[in-house]
């Protein structure tokens, strides 16, 4: 689980709507195979002047085959984006990374109400299921 189906949605209605202004997609991944929709989102990169993704893994293979970002994601958007007055976030994704990536964007300017956030849990077995 990436985050990436709640963000997709997000992105695809701003299309549907004709926003035109600029997106930005951090896409945070352990290993480069978690990337599952990285082609579509490259489609959009495409399609859309006012759209990039900015893949990051922080776990990449140690063969060096990945050229891109590295890190932790939220780290990657404050290294382009110190100052996030402004800006508005929506960060989908673990409650580890969602703890983590929220108070650094508000002590980078940003504003309450510019925050949105999605954070999920693994869901619990049920009682029972073997």
Request: proline letters at 8%.
């Amino acid at each position: 689980a990436t985050g990436f189906a709640p963000i997709k949605s997000i992105v695809e209605d701003a299309f549907a709507r004709g926003i035109t202004r600029p997106m930005r997609l951090y896409w945070g991944v352990r290993k480069r195979a978690d990337l599952y929709a990285l082609d579509l989102a490259e489609q959009w990169q495409r399609e859309h002047g006012n759209f990039r993704v900015v893949p990051v893994l922080s776990e990449p293979d140690p063969t060096g085959a990945w050229s891109g970002r590295t890190g932790l994601v939220h780290e990657a958007m404050l290294a382009d984006f110190p100052d996030l007055t402004g800006h508005e976030v929506y960060v989908c994704g673990s409650v580890k990374m969602v703890e983590a990536a929220v108070p650094a964007f508000l002590a980078q300017g940003l504003g309450e109400g510019f925050c949105f956030s999605d954070a999920f849990v693994p869901s619990a077995p049920r009682p029972g299921a073997a």
